[in-house]
């Protein structure tokens, strides 16, 4: 298991660059232990994993594809790559550029290479399909001509150098994110699809709070982080819409935006999802919900355009079904119906803000977690499987953001999905715990 104490930092986020077929999908899924994405041979197979959990050592990171579609022809790769890298150095920390011993140094390499080390982000230089290290190293050394720094020689498909590859990673980490760790105020990022209302909505937040916004680019990420003061309380908001890309390609527009979310998700207490209320919620606003889910963090729904719905006494309790039903995933999100062109129901989103950071930070007992965890067990049977019956000792609170409970059991087996739910409930009627994702981790512990 991964130590909690980590939960609280936000991970730093990598991301691979490199032409097609150079094997970024082969590194990206041994690198994610497991094999994500569908690697085949030809280009233009669209992977829909575009992002994975990385831990080595005691690091855990994030890890990006930047791939997506990928060209046919010779200048097409060229520009493909430069906006590809372009997403690379607005979103991570660290930027693994992946290149090919056997099609040996390309032009486009190159050119990609001067884009990537006038970032001044960590570059880091990796010659794949080197299969034999004695008989490949003489064309390793030809790769130092990029000038961006020693070339970490590897076989994703061998799995050789692996280990070597992510320790030169991680050693880019020790500096990272240690300013953002002493700022204590909440940061909210607004996600959602383009065109949703989410630029709208942030100067909406700023007009109305006659605020001095400082548009510093957020310092280790390009991100534009905003500042507001709401009842003498200050919150950072990280603002997901900034970037417009003039972009062709539904597809590859699509993932930018999800390549964006996940970077501003991982920085964030609170995700406000802005979805658009004539549209309702579409598949990438699911994808999107799920990222924040996955992370844990506090979710607030902001319905936006809702001035634009015609409306009788049932529009809301049907519009929050639909909302419900299709992320049913996530039922302990707030919802809230919001029209950022004219004002309506702004001023709730910092009430709501602070609940929800209140709940993902939110310690109980481990005596009251004891007896609602008794009672449950009273009320309804745990499960039995070939005449064991599962045993629940003890429950204890491991961490916050998002509260994180572990619960020792006699048999790892018998603890039910189902069950895990159940108790879950339980601990929500209690304490409620509104906008936030709870964790439970089963651990087996030895009848005496």
Partial sequence: MQSLEGAEMSKPVVAIVGRPNVGKSTLFNVLAGERISIVQDTPGVTRDRIYAEVSWLNYNFTLIDTGGIEPDSGDL??????????????????????TDVRQGLVDSDAKVADMLRRSQKPILLVVNKVDDFQKYMPDVYEFYNLGIGDPVPVSAASKL???DLLDEITKHFDGLG???QEDERPRIAIVGKPNVGKSSLINKLTG????IVSDI?????????????YNGREYVFIDTAGLRRKNKIKE?????????????????????????????VTEQDAKIAGIAHERGKGIIIAVNKWDAIEKDDKTIYRHTEKIRQILSFMPYAEILFISAKTGQRIGKIFELID?????????????VLNEIMAEA????QPPTDKGKRLKLYYITQAAVKPPTFVIFVNDKKLMHFSYTRYLENQIRQAFGFKGTSLKFIIRERKEN
């Fill in 77 to 98: 790769i060229l520009s493909r790559m430069r906006e590809q890298a372009q997403i690379a150095i607005d979103t991570a920390d660290v930027i693994v550029f992946i």
């Fill in 161 to 163: 150098g692996i280990g």
């Fill in 178 to 180: 240690s300013e953002e």
């Fill in 208 to 211: 109305e709070n006659r605020v």
């Fill in 217 to 229: 680019a957020g310092t280790t990420r390009d991100a534009i982080d905003t500042d507001i003061r």
């Fill in 252 to 280: 590859e527009l699509e993932r930018f935006s999800i390549i964006r979310a996940v970077t501003a998700v991982e920085r964030a207490d609170v995700v406000i999802l802005v979805i658009d209320a004539t549209e309702g």
């Fill in 355 to 367: 609940v929800v950071i209140e709940n993902n930070s939110m310690r109980v007992a481990t005596g």
């Fill in 377 to 380: 067990v009273a009320m309804q």
